[in-house]
């Protein structure tokens, strides 16, 4: 492989990349502003917050407020002027529970149009209840529950949008971009021009992976810059360096399944369509939009089929899970292993012109 | 020009640059090259003319070693060409008809890159820039180029790193008639530079101008090889002498000494005639030369004498 021919035809490459404005915005713009909405609209569902609504005060809930203040927390209490005001906020949901007291008693009224917090309510409460009534009977509690989280900060918003957008937004980018690359370069003669240099071929194809790796680099450097920022808040765990080998053994394995698609299909339009069918599902099911934790398992196994899901396990695993270098390197041969394996079959199948 | 090829012929011809020996080539049923061999020397400019889907491009993409022949082998400066020789690569400049290019890139980065791929310097691809005048277009992206100008790019993309041999398909099509005669005179320079030129073309007098030998092709043959100006006397066409009409009667005109046969379309008198010389004096014994033009055969002549005249698709 020449290196001279390899170093100017990234350049002319990458100048090109660069002034098309639609792959620009695909592969940078789009996914940043769905990290922005989703950062947005699940931001606030972090640490569920339980916001209850009273008139006269509750001493009850005042003291388990006073004596431990993790608690504030969690709750927010708000004084409205009268019970009708206070039932009608839980009615619209602007409060969850309505707290009142009468001597021994304490009652809530809350509604189950989100059985979520509806239960956060009810079990919220009755632990209250209980801990005050062993604190009255003077016992000395026999259990003692000690909870934390694994993580070393909550799994925020953003920090599981961050990994799996930018996974969605490199397999966008690798995928389409070697599809069309290929078959726009079928299509206008340029292969058959090509093959009559003396450059080999595989400086060229070395050319334009050497674009989509040093794009993919600038994706991870912006991603990653946005979400730094004091508006969202994303903290970075200590082996996040390791997503910079698992982003770039990633677009190989996206480029392979490009090369692919673009060796397989005859025009631009079939490429697209091939790679949306790939690319969204793709997305979906290896958690790029949502966490795959909750999901049903044979959703879960069908997520391992699709190298984006050892992706964002790895960058997630590294960069908010804060788990250390090491764990990264599974998922790091998974994706090299889809890489050869669609790259060879592509090799297979390829074409140098469109008859 | 003549005499130019006249000497060349008779010097005698060591090894072919260009050997290529009974190739054919069938799409299902077309066949679109059937049974050429074709040879050119060194510092041959060789032409291949032919109506539309004669086989011209299919032939040079064989002679290139861009498609593999079904029959018949090529070699190109003692090398074969099939499969892809990239030892021979280097040795050969390609202009293919389609014009192919990196997209969104200047005419100029477009230049350079192609200059890369060859191991050419920038300072060349400039200067070739400059050699097919688009030195004012350098900074414009190839997208917005004209046709003739994409031409002219992919011309200076095949010529970037100064090739021993060259193929042009088509070179001259979507040109203006002074880029032509400025391409002229590049492809002349790189002829008597001792290079040796193949090109397509459906221009006549650009084969008549440039060539030392013209191929015509009808239907994947070769109908006929040789250097023009003996195609043309070999068609042994009658010469045409034309003067304005009005100036003698038609009647007189096809009786004049010398004369096979007159038509007036009532713009132009023809008079046909294998001896223009006794006709010429004749028409000035009556004074009507005013205005006379005489024209020989040319290859138009042989071309359309040998593929026919009717249209086909
Ligand atoms: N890739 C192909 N697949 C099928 N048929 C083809 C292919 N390439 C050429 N042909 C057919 O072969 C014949 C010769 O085509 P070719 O392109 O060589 O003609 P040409 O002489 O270059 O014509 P033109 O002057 O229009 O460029 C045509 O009938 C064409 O339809
Ligand atoms: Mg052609």
Request: hydrophobic share 50%.
């Amino acid at each position: 492989m020449n290196t001279g021919v390899v170093r100017s035809l990234t350049r002319a490459l990458f100048v090109g990349f660069v002034r098309d404005r639609a792959a620009l915005f695909y592969t940078l713009l789009f996914p940043l502003f769905f990290l922005v909405v989703f950062a947005g609209v699940f931001g606030s569902a972090d640490s569920p917050r339980v916001e209850v609504a009273r008139v006269a005060p509750v001493p009850l809930l005042d003291q388990a407020l006073a004596h431990d203040p993790g608690l504030r927390d969690t709750i927010e209490v708000t004084a409205y002027r009268t019970p009708e005001a206070a039932v009608r906020a839980v009615e619209k949901g602007d409060a969850d529970a309505f707290a009142a007291q009468d001597g021994g008693t304490l009652s809530i009224r809350y509604s189950v149009a989100d059985r979520v917090q509806s239960g956060i309510v009810q079990s919220l409460f009755g632990g209250l209840t209980q801990a005050a009534n062993r604190a009255a009977t003077g016992e000395r509690p026999a259990y003692r529950l000690e909870a934390r989280q694994v993580e070393d900060a909550s799994l925020s918003a953003i920090q599981f949008f961050t990994p799996g957008l930018l996974g969605w937004a490199l397999s966008m980018a690798g995928v389409f971009g070697a599809s069309t690359t290929l078959v726009t370069w079928r299509k206008n003669g340029l292969l058959r021009r090509l093959r009559l240099s003396p450059a080999p071929l595989r400086s060229v194809f070395a050319a334009r992976v050497l674009v989509s790796l040093v794009t993919a680099l600038i994706q991870l450097a912006v991603f990653l810059g946005v979400a730094l920022l004091p508006v969202f808040g994303l903290r970075l765990t200590g082996a996040w360096w390791m997503s910079i080998p698992l982003v770039l053994a990633g677009v190989l394995a996206f480029l392979g399944i490009g090369m692919l698609v673009g060796a397989w299909a005859r025009t631009q339009e079939a490429a697209s369509a091939v790679t949306q069918l790939i690319v969204l599902p793709m997305a979906f099911l290896g958690g790029s939009f949502f966490p795959l934790d909750s999901a049903p398992g044979w959703m879960r196994t069908l997520s391992y089929v699709f190298p984006l899901r050892y992706l964002n396990d790895g960058m997630l695993d590294v960069m908010a899970r804060g788990l250390g270098p090491a764990s990264a390197l599974p998922q790091i041969a998974a994706l090299l292993a889809v890489a050869v394996v669609t790259s060879l079959a592509a090799a297979r199948i390829f074409r140098w012109d469109a008859t | 020009m003549e005499v130019r090829w006249a000497l060349r012929s008779y010097r005698p011809i060591m090894a072919h640059t260009i050997r290529a020996t009974g190739l054919r080539k069938r799409y299902g049923a077309v066949r679109a090259v059937d049974g050429v061999s074709l040879e050119a020397g060194e510092g041959e400019f060789l032409g291949v003319l032919g109506p539309n889907g004669a086989g011209k491009t299919t032939l040079l993409e064989m002679i290139e070693g861009l498609r593999e022949p079904d029959e018949g082998e090529v070699t190109v400066l003692g090398l074969p060409v099939w499969p892809r020789n990239a030892a021979l690569l280097p040795r050969i400049g390609v202009q293919l008809q389609a014009t192919s290019f990196f997209e969104r890139l200047t005419a100029r980065e477009q230049l350079r890159t192609f200059a890369s791929l060859y191991g050419a310097s920038g300072a060349r691809a400039d200067a070739m820039l400059e050699t097919v005048g688009l030195a004012a277009k350098a900074d414009t992206r190839v997208e917005k180029l004209s046709g003739g100008q994409a031409q002219r790019l992919s011309i200076a993309c095949a010529l970037v790193h100064d090739p021993e041999v060259v193929f042009l398909d088509e070179p001259t099509a979507a040109l203006d008639p002074q880029a032509r005669r400025n391409l002229w005179d590049v492809l002349r320079a790189i002829s008597t530079g001792g290079r040796t030129v193949v090109l397509t073309t459906h221009s006549m007098d650009e084969a008549e101008t440039l060539c030392d030998r013209v191929a015509i092709m009808d239907e994947g043959r070769v109908l006929e090889l040789g250097p023009p100006a003996a195609l043309v006397r070999g068609l042994d066409v009658p010469a045409r002498v034309s003067v304005p009409s009005g100036r003698l009667p038609r009647a007189e005109a096809a009786a004049l000494p010398g004369a096979l046969d007159a038509a007036d379309d009532g713009v132009s008198l023809v008079v046909s005639t294998r001896d223009p010389a006794a006709v010429l004096a004749a028409m000035g014994a009556r004074d009507a030369l005013d205005g006379v033009q005489v024209r020989g055969a040319t290859l138009e002549d042989v071309f359309l004498h040998r593929i026919g005249r009717e249209y086909r698709a």
